[in-house]
T-cell receptor, first 117, second 118 residues
Framework: GDSVTQMEGPVTLSEEAFLTINCTYTATGYPSLFWYVQYPGEGLQLLLKATKADDKGSNKGFEATYRKETTSFHLEKGSVQVSDSAVYFCALSDAPWSAGNNRKLIWGLGTSLAVNP | GAGVSQSPSNKVTEKGKDVELRCDPISGHTALYWYRQRLGQGLEFLIYFQGNSAPDKSGLPSDRFSAERTGESVSTLTIQRTQQEDSAVYLC????????????????FGPGTRLTVL
């Protein structure tokens, strides 16, 4: 079945460092790919998404490119801030046309990021 | 506008008791999902509602779990005879239905209900 694998945390960086969180997936169809973020004490929020191969999602300085050839959707940011400290989740939605519109998300385990000043 | 709300935010119960969790989706969102997040694990899909269609219950872990939704509004997730392994954060999400808008893939999450079974 479909699955998402993301790098284990925790990841600890200094402010202004470069961030990469790896995410790879397996899917039978043509999934949409997502990064969600959960800040301390808050609910899950969509960070960015891409719906087809070679699309790049971007938001708040974060980017991820949908790479079908490597089945990856790595999250990157050029210069992290203390306020980026959160748990980041990679997810996919892979409902075929016959699935009755159920776009359930398949999730990675999450990667905790701590950014120190 | 208001986001997805869930209640209670925390629930502590004794093993064997029944619990009911509530979700209020974003107005106009006909699709509603329940997920479970156990400690150290990723989110697991439980059940999906879309308007008046039959729900997709394929993720429910046992017959102790059930969920209802009234039309396109509130949903309740009921766990009967709770067990310690039911302890988790239960998350609700809503989205626009497929084919009715461009942004049908985005799910909007509530803050969750943290359930602790003693």
């Amino acid at each position: 079945g479909d699955s998402v694998t993301q790098m284990e945390g925790p990841v600890t960086l200094s402010e202004e460092a470069f961030l990469t969180i790896n995410c790879t997936y397996t899917a039978t169809g043509y999934p949409s790919l997502f990064w969600y973020v959960q800040y301390p004490g808050e609910g899950l929020q969509l960070l960015l998404k891409a719906t087809k191969a070679d699309d790049k999602g971007s938001n708040k300085g974060f980017e991820a490119t949908y790479r079908k050839e490597t089945t990856s959707f790595h999250l990157e940011k050029g210069s992290v801030q203390v306020s980026d400290s959160a748990v980041y989740f990679c997810a996919l939605s892979d409902a075929p046309w016959s699935a009755g519109n159920n776009r359930k998300l398949i999730w990675g385990l999450g990667t905790s990021l701590a950014v120190n000043p | 506008g208001a986001g997805v709300s869930q209640s209670p935010s925390n629930k502590v119960t004794e093993k064997g008791k029944d619990v009911e969790l509530r979700c209020d989706p974003i107005s106009g969102h006909t699709a509603l999902y329940w997920y479970r997040q156990r400690l150290g694990q990723g989110l697991e899909f439980l059940i999906y509602f879309q308007g008046n269609s039959a729900p997709d219950k394929s993720g429910l872990p046992s017959d102790r779990f059930s969920a209802e939704r009234t039309g396109e509004s509130v949903s309740t997730l009921t766990i009967q005879r709770t067990q310690q392994e039911d302890s988790a954060v239960y998350l609700c999400a809503s989205s626009l239905p497929r084919f009715e808008a461009l942004d049908t893939d985005t799910q909007y999450f509530g803050p969750g209900t943290r359930l602790t079974v003693l």
